[in-house]
């Protein structure tokens, strides 16, 4: 006959380790990479899978740089390594998996978010410096919120640029609700950003040039009217079109040698996810799991710690000494030791 209180526990460890694989699971989130754009030197193909943390690799191979972590990642082939790219432009869409654009002539990859987008923009951006630490200051290095540029932020990009409203009429969204208004918003700043590459131009000076773009309005649409809602679907349009006027635009000014991509990754939902079911899984009846730590733990663990190696370290330098010690009749171990003492005249 089955014990009642082992059936109890069975079924809640089942429980607790089938939210602890869905936790693991949803650390990484799903997303897309398109290409949009790349010189003739770089050959993008495949539709094979990529991981965040590879992203920034391939990035930096299209710049001329020496990647710093190899992988297996078949996409980009280079055909002339003397003529890469000079710029990267990249257009972070948050909380979408895809854009879902029509466009032509693009590359789309699978994406495996596995790393926060601060990570591999400040990963990229510290290699352009080391690589040209004299003449970091000369090098377009510039890094977009647009949600901030929407709510006032100064951006040296956007200088001097008048970032006008939305003028046009939309089906489904509606310039009324907050969320499609600041998405909107973050469209026109993309549109004014190509008009301004576009009629301003670049300085064409060998040193390689870094735009990060981060649109963070796609996501509280997707949160207000749903992941599949024509409003979402709208939105994505309007933002394809706008990303690729400016793809346009850094294709013209840099006469067809820059890499010009879009990432969408979902990975804020499924960070809400996961912490959702850590929570789930923290109210569980039986747990067999310790309490958790006080915040006394980190500084007792480390006096415990440093003192018992500082004493190990003490105990064997003793020993060493003791073992080379020169047993003569200075010595007050021999002195102690000896069965024949004598005394001084």
Known sequence: MTDPVLSYRAKNMLITTIIGALCVAAVAAEGELQILSSTDSLHFHGHERLSQDTLKEVLSACLGFTIEKSSDWKGLRILDPFKYSEAVAVVFADGVRSLDSKLPHIHRYPLTTTEHEEETWQSLRSRVDA????????????????????????????????????????EYLDPEVEEDAQLMKEVQVIRALAHKIESLGVAHDGLPDLYWIVLRGLHAVSDRHGAQSPATREAKKIVAEAVNALSQAFEKVYEGRVVVAT????????????D??????????????????????????NIILWFSIVLIFAL?????????????????????????MKKDN
Request: charged share 25%; aromatic share 6%.
């Open 316 to 340: 064997i330098a003793i020993c060493v000494a003791i073992a080379d010690m020169d047993p003569g009749r200075d010595s007050i171990i021999y002195r102690m030791t000896s069965t024949r």
């Open 276 to 301: 959702l079911l850590q929570d789930s899984s923290s109210e569980s009846p039986v747990s067999d799991t310790p309490s958790a730590y006080s915040p006394d733990y980190p500084v007792i663990f």
């Open 263 to 274: 990432v969408a990754t979902d990975s804020s939902h499924t960070r809400r996810t996961r």
């Open 131 to 170: 690589r040209f630490p004299h003449k970091v200051h000369n090098n377009s290095v510039y890094r977009l919120d647009l949600q901030d540029i929407v709510s006032g932020e100064k951006s040296p990009l956007l200088d001097g640029v008048h970032i006008a409203r939305d003028a046009q009429q939309h």
